[in-house]
């Protein structure tokens, strides 16, 4: 039998959906994406192979695909960008920390919608094992939702209202690994041949300890090793994060047809992005640190594209916490250049704000960034100050030493500095994973309490808490003036503080990520605009960089912002060149002032300039006095 080509995928498909009344659509969409699916699979399957499955996939997704959807991917292939924009703003919470319940972000829509957020990701809500779960990361049903948090049902209730008020919905989707006790690992565990495939399993300590020489280690304090043995399946099994997390054989091209089809799932639900939890994992090599293999690209490409036949309006986001050469390539890079993540979070960005705060110096951020190939204009930095994860101090060795540091220096300073261990220290953090095998060690905290307030609060020193707020705000700023979409860790915007209550459930009190995971507190929420409450504070100095952005096109992710310092590192300058009009950022990194020559921000000549966080118009003529903590976003006066 000849082998079955793209355009036997096509014959197939048209049959399958011969009554639907979209399919001059899909087939349009199928001639468009077929070649890259195709290109995809054939980089690490036998494509003829693999494809019949995939089409199946397909007509069975877009057949299930609800009215209101197929609208809503007529409107964003139309408006293909929506992710890019200026007043694209993210948000990130737990449904329960945040709103009880899915029902109950129904209630606090308005509340997202005053601060101007427009992409909200609803962190893990699908079910996940009993007892710890790695934060719901640890999944044991890809096709139901946690019960106490609601159902299937109230997912796509709660997206529809979402898109109502024109916020997307993102969701996650672990597939580096399943729960112990999710089906295909339950299965694999009664001694089916078939989904024991579904894993990596070695019946003795070979093949492990030949990986193991060159794998790092994830949580080496609470999952120690890479490998976990399992009576049941009679041998070792994969476990890169917790034993209790099987990572998955996506050798075996059943693996990828499982999740094109969760992906249409979950898509059909209302997701319009997915995020690719933990995706640089997904392929083992040995020799290697099986991180960021070209075979996690081909198969991302293989599931874009059937995303992009089958449900059009989902983008994808790709959690790729790796160092600055490999991260581009998740937004594409050479052949996969477009055809990838549209998203990805910037890491670096995240760890060289902290570390241009600790030292007062922005040499090394631009020196990092401006190592960063380009991007696709088609795609986008996620860019953030928190997450619910810890902060790993990736900077590199050859960065620091461009600027004359010790990149293990640096690094064990930040660590420190952060932990609030460091001599004149402003932070309040904690070490998480300390590794004494490598002296490695990561930061938790929220950003308020990393940034100072919380030691401001307990100082009692009411300037030093006006400039830990200014700090918060400046860092902020630079996040959210950066270009890409911004993302706000829940309670931020109201500079909530470290919460130690997890220590009290036994499924959190080792992990010390849950300290700034804190419950949204709704009394915070309440506005009392002049206060001067922390709280209110925050919220305003966050709504006003919102505000600047939507009315600044150059904000727009598809051209690249340059970093540099002054000839005073403490000042920092991001220039944004954009046809629309061009933007130039001024950062004091430091809680002095400095003093800044004509010239010194060159962009900028002499005269008005419109500062458009603080709405105000400055004019540059003779030196320029830059307050503690000063983040302006000048253009010219039109
Ligand atoms: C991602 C998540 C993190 C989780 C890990 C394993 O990095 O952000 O919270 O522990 O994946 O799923």
Redesign the pocket.
């Known amino acids: 039998m000849a082998a079955f080509s793209i355009a036997d995928g096509r014959r197939r498909l048209a049959s399958l959906l011969a009554t639907d009344p979209d399919l001059t659509d899909v087939l349009t969409r199928y001639d468009r994406w077929a070649p890259d699916l195709w290109d995809g699979l054939a980089t690490v399957y036998d494509a003829s192979e693999v494809l019949p499955a995939i089409v199946d996939v397909l007509a069975a997704v877009h057949l299930k695909r609800p009215a209101p959807l197929r609208q809503r991917d007529r409107e964003r292939i139309l408006r293909p960008d929506w992710f890019q924009a200026a007043d694209a703003v993210g948000y990130v919470a737990y449904t329960d920390l945040f709103a009880g319940d899915l029902q109950g972000i129904r209630s606090h829509i308005d509340y997202l919608s005053d601060l101007g957020i427009t992409y909200l990701h609803l962190m893990p809500l699908l079910t996940p094992r009993p007892g710890a779960n790695?934060?719901g990361?640890a999944v044991m049903d890809y096709r139901s939702v946690r019960s106490d948090l609601g159902s299937m049902d109230d997912l796509a209730d709660v997206a529809g209202a979402l898109h109502s008020a024109g916020i997307s919905l993102t969701l996650d989707l672990?597939l580096?690994?399943v729960a112990r006790e999710h089906e295909w690992a339950a299965k694999a565990r009664t001694g089916d041949p078939h989904y024991r495939d579904y894993f990596h399993i070695y019946p003795d300590r070979t093949m492990p300890d030949a990986f193991e020489k060159d794998l790092p280690e994830v949580f080496p304090a609470f999952a120690p090793g890479n490998f976990t043995w399992d009576d049941d399946v009679d041998g070792w099994v994969w476990t890169t994060?917790n034993e209790w997390?099987w990572d998955l054989n996506w050798a075996n091209p059943d693996v990828l047809i499982e999740f094109a089809d969760i992906i249409g799932f979950l898509a059909n639900r209302g997701a319009d992005c997915i995020r690719l939890?933990?995706i640089a994992f997904t392929w083992k090599r040995l020799g290697t640190n099986s991180q960021n293999q070209p075979e996690v690209h081909a198969l991302t490409q293989a599931l874009r594209a059937a995303a992009r036949i089958m449900c059009p309006a989902l983008i994808f986001k790709a959690?790729a916490?790796v160092g600055p050469q490999d991260v581009v390539a998740y937004l594409g890079q050479g052949a996969h250049a477009g055809k990838v993540s549209e998203l990805a979070y910037h890491n670096s960005l995240m760890v060289q704000i902290w570390s241009a705060l600790a030292a007062r110096d922005g040499r090394l951020l631009a020196t990092a960034l401006s190592r960063f190939n380009p991007i696709p204009v088609t795609s986008a930095w996620a860019t953030y100050l928190r997450c619910?994860?810890d902060i790993g101090w990736a900077i590199d060795d050859a960065d620091a030493a461009a600027v004359g540091w010790d990149g293990f220096g640096h690094r064990s300073f930040l660590a420190d500095f952060y932990a609030g261990e460091f001599d004149g220290s402003f932070a309040s953090g904690m070490h998480f994973q300390s590794n004494p095998a490598t002296g490695d060690r990561r930061t938790s905290g929220t950003a308020a309490s990393l940034a100072g307030i919380e030691s401001a609060v307990a100082s009692g020193h009411a300037a030093t808490l006006e400039t830990a707020l200014d700090r918060l705000t400046c860092a902020y700023a630079m996040v959210f003036g950066f270009g890409g979409l911004p993302l706000l860790y829940m309670g931020d915007e109201l500079g909530m503080l470290n919460d130690h209550s997890y220590l009290d459930d036994p499924a959190k009190a080792g992990d010390n990520r849950w300290m700034h995971r804190p419950a949204m507190d709704w009394t915070l929420a309440e506005r009392h605009a002049s206060s001067g409450r922390i709280a209110d504070r925050t919220f305003t100095a966050i709504k006003r960089l919102i505000r600047a952005r939507q009315e600044l096109p150059a904000l727009h992710a598809s051209v690249a912002t340059e970093a540099f310092v002054t000839d005073d590192p403490a000042v920092l300058v991001f220039q944004r060149r954009h046809a629309a009009g061009s933007l130039v950022e001024v950062y004091n990194l430091s809680e002095t002032t400095r003093v800044l020559w004509p010239g010194a921000i060159s962009p900028i000549e002499p005269g008005p300039v419109r500062e458009h966080i603080s709405g105000e118009t400055i004019t540059i003529a003779g030196p320029v006095i830059l307050p503690p903590y000063a983040a302006w976003w000048l253009t010219a006066p039109e």
Do not use: K, L, M, T
């Open positions: 790695d934060g990361y672990v580096n690994h994060f997390q939890d933990a959690e916490i619910h994860d």
